[in-house]
């Protein structure tokens, strides 16, 4: 079983709204802190925004009050809604889960604002 698999991404004009999925293993999803992070070509991986097992959030700066991550404990998997996109949000972006120590990494997903 593939350990993350995101999806979501695609394309939407400025000032509209995407919700990124994060599904993880069973096993992992329920020790892990999850995270998003996004990458631009040529550019570092950047953290998003970031949930522990028990629910505490942090976010980017650049992204705080625009988007909200969170868990669905049902269905093993981690939600990114980002409303009020803008331009700069477009990136791939990037699942990744920390579990004792071990880094899983999703494949990424495109994110594309138009102005």
């Known amino acids: 079983q593939v350990p993350l698999v995101e999806s979501g991404g695609g394309l939407v004009q400025a000032g509209g709204s995407l919700r990124l999925s994060c599904a993880a293993s069973k096993i992992i999803y329920r020790i892990a802190t999850m995270d998003w992070y996004r990458q631009a070509p040529g550019n570092q991986r950047d953290l998003v925004a970031s949930?522990?097992?028990?629910?505490?959030?942090n976010y980017a700066d650049s992204v705080k009050g625009r988007f909200t991550i969170s868990r669905d404990n049902e269905n093993n998997t981690v939600y990114l809604q980002m409303n009020s996109l803008k331009p700069e949000d477009t990136n791939v972006y990037y699942c990744?889960?920390?579990?004792?120590?071990?880094?899983?990494w999703g494949k990424g997903t495109l994110v594309t604002v138009s102005s």
């Open positions: 949930i522990t097992p028990a629910g505490t959030t």
């Open positions: 990744k889960a920390t579990a004792i120590g071990t880094i899983y």
